[in-house]
């Protein structure tokens, strides 16, 4: 199993029986593969889908079905395709219960910047997409995101140096290394992959966190 692989195991475990749910591009389309058994979710997809499911086996795809990172889904019985302005009115009418995004970084107060690098002074891509209204709309914003970039530097901050997505929005934080809370007092790590201390997960992390009481074994089913 690779990082990626694990990261979108141990998200869909944060999924809830009944819950309109959201996945952004990269990681978060994978969480459609491992939804945990006994759980229900109605899988939006911004593009214009509702009601789908897992990806399908190669050479079972439909080219004119996809989500919004353009992979094949499987549409499930009663799914609706529809155009954008009806798909963001799903979004902006309130009716996404979680969404799970992947980041380029996150902070410790659950500051969230997704969306755009510096290409040259001043200029920014590659763009919003719709990441600005599902945090600001949905009642649950899961992100996932390996836990360092290749050069070894924290993708968990202090505080967030890259424009952002939305203010104080994050809820849970799932890497390959550790799974926190977000809450007001502070970042609470509760969960932490086998084989790693949690000094060591201290020496990666640019955030402050602390440990919650009831710290485990990192889940993946």
């Given amino acids: ?13 944060e999924l809830e029986d009944g819950a309109v749910v959201n996945l952004g591009i990269g990681i978060p389309t994978a969480v459609a593969n491992y939804i945990p058994e006994g759980v229900e979710v109605t899988m939006h997809a911004e593009n214009g889908v509702l009601a789908y499911g897992a ?14 990172g353009a992979q094949p889904i499987t549409l499930l019985p009663g799914a609706a395709i529809f155009d954008l302005s009806t ?22 107060k659950g500051n969230l910047a997704n969306w755009a690098r510096e290409l040259v002074p001043g200029k920014y891509g590659p763009g919003m997409g719709g990441a600005m209204e599902l945090v600001s709309k949905a009642r649950k914003v899961v992100v996932v995101t390996q836990h360092n970039v290749k050069n070894g530097e924290s993708k968990i901050l202090k505080e967030c140096t890259l424009p952002l997505t939305g203010k104080g929005v994050v809820n849970v934080i799932v890497t390959e290394k550790a799974v926190f809370n977000v809450t007001p007092q502070a970042l609470v790590l509760k969960e932490i ?8 997960l201290r020496a990666i992390t640019d955030a402050e966190f602390i440990v919650a009481e009831d710290l485990c074994e990192y889940r993946l089913g």
């Avoid at 992959?193 to 060591?200: D, K, N, R, S």
């Fill in 193 to 200: 992959a086998p084989g790693i201390t949690v000094g060591e």
């Fill in 55 to 68: 990806t399908p086996e190669v050479g079972r795809q439909d080219p004119d079905v996809f989500n919004a």
């Fill in 87 to 108: 798909s963001f009115g799903i979004i902006r009418g309130g009716h996404v219960d979680t969404v799970i995004l992947g980041t380029l970084e996150v902070d410790q």
């Fill in 1 to 13: 199993m690779n990082e990626r692989e694990m990261i979108a195991r141990r998200a869909a475990l």
